[in-house]
C-alpha cells in the first residue's frame, strides 16, 4: 500500500463540529445543491453516488450530469460506488481533473442490485476489497482526501470489527449510517454505539461523522456533545427545509419566500437537466415543500402535473389568486 497523505485536505479546514449534507440519488443533485447554498448552505456537501463502471464505460457521457456543480459549492466531495479497484482509480483521476475536493466511497448501500455485485453495503463483508478500493481512489486521485460512508454492520451490528478494518486503510473520514443493512431505515439509528466507534477510531488520523433520523443542527449539536464525533451528515431533514442548515425554523419562513424557493428549485432543474432527467423528478420535491400550507390539497393536484417551471408558475400563481398569500409564516393548519 502507498502511504496515506499526512494531510485530510479540506477536512482540515472544517469547523468543528461540522454539518454535511448527505448523498441522496435523484435529491441531492445539482439543482437541488444550487438551492440549498442559496438558503443555507452545509459545511461540506457530497454529489449523489455514482457508479465508478459506469463513469469508465461508453455510458459515462449520460452520467456526467451527476457530476455537475457550482464553483459556490465547494468544498463538495463525490461520492462512488462500484467493486473493481481499476475503475477506482480511473474515476478518481477524473474527479481530481472535475475539481472536486475529496472522493467518498459508498459501502452503504442497501440496495439489493448493488449488494448482489458485491457493492455499497457487501463490501462491509469484505474488507480486504474494501481497502484496495481506498487504495486504488487514493492512488488515483493526485491526493484528493479519500473517505467511506458505510453502516454499522451487513446483517447484524459490527461496529468496531468494520471501522478497525477500515481505519488500517486510513481514510480521511468515515461516516456512519448508524444501522445495519438488513435494518435498511426500519429502525431508529443506535446512536448508543456511536461512543465506541469514536473509541475504535481514537488513535488515528481518521474524522467520524455520524448520520441517521438527525431533525436539525440542534440535534446534531447534542449528538455530538453526547458521543464526541467530529461531525453529522443529515439527509431527509432537508425535505421541505432547504433552510436547514441556516438554523432558520421553517416557521419563520413566508408563504410568498417558499414559493419563490420552489419556483427557483424549478428553474435550477430545468437549467441543469433540461434534456438529462424528466421534470417528473422535481414533483416530489414540491410536494414536500407545500406540506402542511392551507389548501395543500387542491394545490398538490396541480403541481401533480407540472412539467416545466412555468406550469410551477402558474400553480403557485393559482394558488396565490385563490387564497391569497399573507406576510405570516408559510406552515398554516389546514
Ligand atoms: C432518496 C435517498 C437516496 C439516497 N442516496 C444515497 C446515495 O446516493 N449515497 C449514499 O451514500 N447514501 C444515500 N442515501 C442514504 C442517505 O445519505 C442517509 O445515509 C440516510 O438517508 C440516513 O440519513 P437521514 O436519516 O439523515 O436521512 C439515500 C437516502 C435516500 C432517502
Known amino acids: 500500500m502507498t502511504e496515506a497523505p499526512e494531510h485530510r485536505g479540506f477536512w482540515d479546514q472544517l469547523p468543528r463540529p461540522f454539518y454535511i449534507l448527505a448523498p441522496m440519488a435523484d435529491v441531492t443533485d445539482n439543482?437541488?445543491?444550487?438551492?440549498?447554498?442559496?438558503?443555507?448552505?452545509?459545511?461540506v456537501f457530497f454529489t449523489e453516488f455514482v457508479s465508478s463502471d459506469g463513469l469508465c464505460s461508453r455510458g459515462r457521457e449520460r452520467l456526467l450530469h451527476h457530476l455537475s456543480y457550482t464553483e459556490d459549492q465547494h468544498p463538495i466531495v463525490a461520492q462512488m460506488w462500484g467493486?473493481?479497484?481499476?475503475?477506482?482509480?480511473?474515476?478518481a483521476q477524473l474527479l481530481a481533473e472535475l475539481g472536486f475536493d475529496g472522493i467518498d466511497i459508498n459501502m452503504g448501500?442497501?440496495?439489493?442490485?448493488?449488494?448482489?455485485?458485491?457493492g455499497g453495503s457487501a463490501l462491509i463483508e469484505n474488507p480486504s476489497l474494501a481497502r484496495e478500493l481506498i487504495e486504488a481512489t487514493r492512488q488515483g486521485g493526485s491526493g484528493l482526501p479519500v473517505s467511506v460512508k458505510t453502516r454499522i454492520g451487513y446483517a447484524t451490528i459490527d461496529l468496531v470489527?468494520?471501522?478497525?478494518?477500515?481505519?488500517?486503510?486510513?481514510p480521511a473520514a468515515i461516516t456512519l449510517h448508524m444501522r445495519t443493512r438488513k435494518e435498511m431505515s426500519r429502525v431508529p439509528a443506535h446512536w448508543e454505539l456511536m461512543p465506541e466507534a469514536i473509541k475504535a477510531a481514537a488513535s488515528s488520523r481518521t474524522l467520524v461523522v455520524g448520520n441517521g433520523d438527525i431533525r436539525d443542527l440542534d440535534h446534531a449539536d447534542r449528538l455530538v456533545a453526547e458521543t464526541g464525533m467530529d461531525g453529522a451528515m443529515l439527509g431527509r431533514a432537508v425535505f421541505g427545509n432547504p433552510w436547514l442548515f441556516s438554523r432558520r425554523s421553517c416557521d419563520a419562513v413566508t408563504l410568498r419566500e417558499r414559493f419563490d424557493t420552489m419556483l427557483q428549485h424549478a428553474v435550477y432543474f430545468e437549467q441543469e437537466f433540461s434534456s438529462k432527467k424528466p421534470f417528473l423528478l422535481m414533483r416530489k420535491h414540491l410536494m414536500a415543500h407545500?406540506?402542511?400550507?392551507?389548501?395543500?390539497?387542491?394545490?398538490?393536484?396541480?403541481?401533480?402535473?407540472?412539467?416545466t417551471a412555468a406550469d410551477v408558475r402558474a400553480a403557485l400563481d393559482w394558488y396565490t389568486d385563490t387564497y391569497g398569500l399573507d406576510s405570516s409564516s408559510s406552515r398554516i393548519a389546514g
Open 290 to 307: 407545500i406540506s402542511g400550507i392551507a389548501g395543500s390539497k387542491d394545490l398538490r393536484l396541480r403541481l401533480g402535473e407540472v412539467s
Open 83 to 91: 467493486t473493481n479497484p481499476e475503475t477506482h482509480y480511473q474515476t
Open 109 to 118: 448501500c442497501p440496495v439489493k442490485n448493488v449488494c448482489k455485485t458485491g
Open 31 to 43: 439543482a437541488f445543491r444550487r438551492l440549498i447554498t442559496h438558503c443555507g448552505k452545509p459545511d
Open 161 to 170: 470489527r468494520w471501522v478497525e478494518d477500515l481505519l488500517e486503510a486510513e
